[in-house]
């Protein structure tokens, strides 16, 4: 079974500084990770998805990794801003179901 | 473009009470749709998930059901709702298998069973 972990749980940071959010899955055998985004109350919104032959993925401010062989991403978020507050979930694609991390709640302080 | 539909927005049921909660589709056909619930705290987990009319797999056996009556029409239903079947309950749907594409969400809806 999928296991996916979200460290740090929470994340609370001044504005302007970046933002280095980690995941870590169990089984390797992924087709693909993503990231989401979900506003307090709202759905998700998705970030980025990077395929298992890739090794990252860049839109915007936001940089995303991926070691498939040790079971890890990184989500980078370049030069904070306080709309940027917000949970962010990993999510890995095993054939026809996502297995999601319980999520990495951040706030930018203005 | 493709819009995802959820409502009711906020629900309040006592225990006991039947579910349905309902989730449509817009500007694609042959989605594939999913129901997922968010527990406080905890990420999501898949509850159900269709590839078309009629064909429901459950992920997790409970008192909820799911059925598709038509191509971009996803139902979620309990005949009576237990405590834990409380939380935020999310539709997704996909253009194809989650292992190429990614999933898109709707706004979800709360549920609270007192």
């Known amino acids: 079974k999928q296991e996916v972990t979200q460290i740090p749980a929470a994340l609370s940071v001044p504005e302007g500084e970046n933002l280095v959010l980690n995941c870590s899955f169990t089984?390797?055998?992924?087709?693909?990770l993503q990231w989401f985004r979900q506003d307090p109350g709202k759905g998700l919104t998705s970030l980025l998805l990077?395929?298992?032959?890739?090794r990252e993925q860049t839109s915007g401010r936001l940089n995303a990794s991926l070691d498939k062989s040790s079971g890890r991403s990184t989500l980078y978020i370049a030069a904070s801003q306080p709309g940027d507050s917000a949970t962010y979930l990993c999510a890995v694609s095993n054939d026809y179901k996502l297995s999601f991390g319980a999520g990495t709640t951040v706030t930018v302080r203005a | 473009s493709q819009t995802i539909h959820q409502w009711p927005a906020t629900l309040v049921q006592p225990v006991g009470s039947p579910l349905s909660l309902e989730c449509t589709v817009e500007g694609t056909s042959n989605p594939n749709l999913y129901w997922y619930r968010q527990a406080a705290g905890r990420g999501l987990q898949l509850l159900f998930y269709s590839v078309g009319i009629g064909q429901i797999s459950s992920e997790v056996p409970q008192n909820l059901s799911a059925s598709r009556p038509q191509d971009r029409q996803f139902i979620l239903s309990s005949k009576k709702l237990l405590l834990s079947d409380s939380g935020f309950y999310l539709c997704?749907?996909?253009?194809?298998?989650?292992?190429?594409?990614?999933?898109?969400f709707g706004p979800g809806t709360r549920l609270t069973v007192l």
């Open positions: 990077i395929q298992s032959s890739q």
């Open positions: 089984d390797s055998a992924i087709y693909n």
């Open positions: 997704a749907w996909s253009i194809q298998a989650p292992s190429t594409d990614t999933q898109y």
